[in-house]
């Protein structure tokens, strides 16, 4: 009996992979036409077919539509038909796929609680919460994330830019870079080296003012982060800092071009070795202003970039020696 039972199996798992290698033949030959063999095969999801591009033959058709049963005409009548939550960001802890219950204490119906359901659905909300953040690591993220979001908003940067400081954070986190570190120290300095990397850099004297640690404490954890996870960072351009300084002072479009042209002849003329990119992006935008006849003072210039104006006056001096050296014959 025990033999036969063994032989049984065995067959069953015989034809269990005959039937897996079938499938898997039938797949590869959906891959391509069985007419003329190409590989080219386009869905038309209108008609609900799969045709082949090279010599127009229908491959499958009848296929099912996976698309949403409704239509929307507009971004509103979109959001107010769909079913389905936000997708997955870094920017959360949970990557946004735990449930939040909402603070309003009222029903679908937008009708207001009674003070048992009130109470009730207040402990839900503190249960909630515990079990969102189950461990010291995850109680950690949520903090920092929140750090990174909250400096973030302060200092204008995009979603891009947030999202990959959360990597970055997540990649210190998991690699134990935060022992001897403040949470906030790496946070900021997850951010500033996110905001270099997409190219929309802020300096470390702004990065300093939004944060709640010292300018030393970031720059000496930047360094350590970028180290540790070999991040590819490249040296601030002055350019990148120039269309952020020329809206703040509500610049003309010629003002602007003008500095990125001062910097380029900088650049060949080897003025911006060793200056910071700062100074120099803001000199330049003092020296583009004269030139366009736009009225804008050192110490405007000086607020918006957070440069002292001695050091705007010596950059503007270099940057206009370099002008003349290269128009001279």
């Not at 007419?35 to 491959?59: A, F, I, K, P, Q």
Request: proline share 3%; glycine share 6%; aromatic share 4%.
């Amino acid at each position: 009996m025990t033999g036969s039972v063994r032989r049984f199996t065995t067959d069953n798992a015989r034809v269990r992979k005959q039937d897996e290698t079938q499938t898997e033949r039938e797949q590869d030959e959906m891959l391509a036409c069985p007419e003329c063999g190409s590989e080219t095969l386009v869905s038309d999801t209108e008609h609900g077919e799969t045709v082949c591009d090279d010599c127009g033959l229908v491959v499958e058709e009848d296929e099912i539509d996976r698309g949403p049963e409704w239509r929307a005409f507009n971004s509103s009548e979109k959001d107010q038909k769909s079913r389905v939550g936000a997708p997955t960001t870094n920017m959360m802890h949970d990557k946004g796929l735990s449930t939040n219950i909402g603070w309003q204490n009222k029903d679908a119906y937008g009708r207001s609680l009674s003070s048992r359901q009130r109470e009730k659905m207040q402990r839900l909300r503190t249960w909630n919460e515990r079990f969102r953040t189950r461990d010291s690591k995850e109680r950690n993220l949520k903090q920092a994330l929140g750090e990174i979001d909250r400096m973030a908003s302060a200092l204008g940067l995009p979603d891009n830019v947030r999202e990959t400081a959360s990597v970055i954070y997540r990649r210190a986190l998991n690699d134990d870079l935060l022992p001897g570190r403040s949470i906030e120290g790496v946070a900021t300095s997850s951010l500033y080296a996110a905001a270099r990397m997409a190219g929309t850099p802020r300096s470390l004297d702004e990065i300093t003012n939004v944060s709640r640690v010292e300018k030393d404490e970031i720059a000496r954890t930047y360094r350590y982060v970028v180290r540790e996870l070999k991040l590819e960072i490249q040296p601030a351009d002055p350019e990148q800092y120039v269309p952020r300084f020329a809206s703040d002072l509500d610049l003309s479009d010629e003002s602007e071009r003008r500095a990125r042209q001062l910097l380029k002849t900088a650049k060949k003329q080897g003025v911006h070795s060793g200056k910071s990119p700062v100074g120099l992006a803001a000199a330049a935008v003092y020296a583009a202003s004269l030139l366009t006849n736009d009225k804008v003072t050192q110490n405007e210039v000086s607020d918006v970039a957070n440069i002292s104006e001695v050091t705007i006056r010596n950059r503007y001096h270099e940057l206009l020696e370099a002008e003349e050296q290269i128009q001279m014959p």
